[in-house]
């Protein structure tokens, strides 16, 4: 008897505003993937859905979560929480299915320290211009807090994103969501280290005060 294949485990990361979470759930929609749905302490946003877009817990619970080691991984961000709940993602690898975990960076590496085969991709915009727009569109957040967001994404992230696997130009969604679909069944992709695509975003981000 052949051994099931192991599924794998791919982890999408990307500057706040750039759209992943549009495109990932269109993305499993459109293909068999299993979407592992991560725990966060921040506050629901227009049009989320408990237990779908994330599991909405208090930071107290959360916390408790974390001392009985109930995450594949965790982090702090922007003072909320998020984790992810480690049983049901590696379940569903050993089943031979496709996880997608939708993660800021900083947990990203952490699943890459627990779990070297995860194949991390990152998703950018086209322009810098273009993230800010799509935040300010996004009506959600305070102008202090978008400038944060965009400072953050120039100053901590693009580094963060040098070391990631592939990167993703979140330009088209259909073009968007077909090329990570390749990424994912192939490995292939544009690698940080071949392409200049961060360097034209953080020079663009720090020519316009980010």
């Known amino acids: 008897m052949c051994e ?27 293909y068999p993937y299993a979407l592992s749905v991560s ?33 594949f991984e965790y982090t702090e961000y922007v ?17 031979g299915q ?3 975990l939708e993660i800021e960076s900083d947990g990203a590496l ?5 779990y070297p085969e995860a194949l991390l991709i990152y998703m950018i915009p086209p322009t810098m211009s ?13 102008e202090e807090k978008v400038a944060k967001r965009l400072h953050q994404a120039v100053t901590i992230e693009m580094e963060r994103a040098r070391v990631y696997d592939l990167l ?20 292939e992709g544009k ?3 071949e392409t200049d695509l961060l360097d034209k975003l953080e020079a663009e981000g720090k020519a316009l005060g980010m």
């Open 4 to 30: 099931r294949k192991k599924g794998t485990l791919a982890v999408i990361s990307g500057f706040s505003g750039v759209g992943k979470g549009t495109i990932v759930e269109a993305l499993v929609r459109r």
């Open 39 to 71: 725990a966060t302490t921040r506050d629901p946003r227009p049009g989320e859905i408990p237990d779908v877009s994330y599991h909405y817990i208090t930071r107290e619970d959360f916390e408790e979560r974390i001392a009985k080691n109930d995450f």
């Open 79 to 95: 003072g909320n929480y998020y984790g992810t709940p480690k049983s049901f993602v590696m379940q569903k690898l050993e089943e």
């Open 98 to 100: 496709d996880v997608i």
């Open 110 to 114: 952490k699943v890459r320290a627990q």
């Open 130 to 142: 273009e993230l800010k727009r799509r935040l300010v569109g996004r009506g959600t957040e305070s």
């Open 168 to 187: 993703v130009v979140n330009e088209d969604k259909e073009a968007c969501i077909e090329e990570l679909h390749h990424m994912i069944q192939t490995r």
């Open 191 to 193: 690698k940080p280290s």
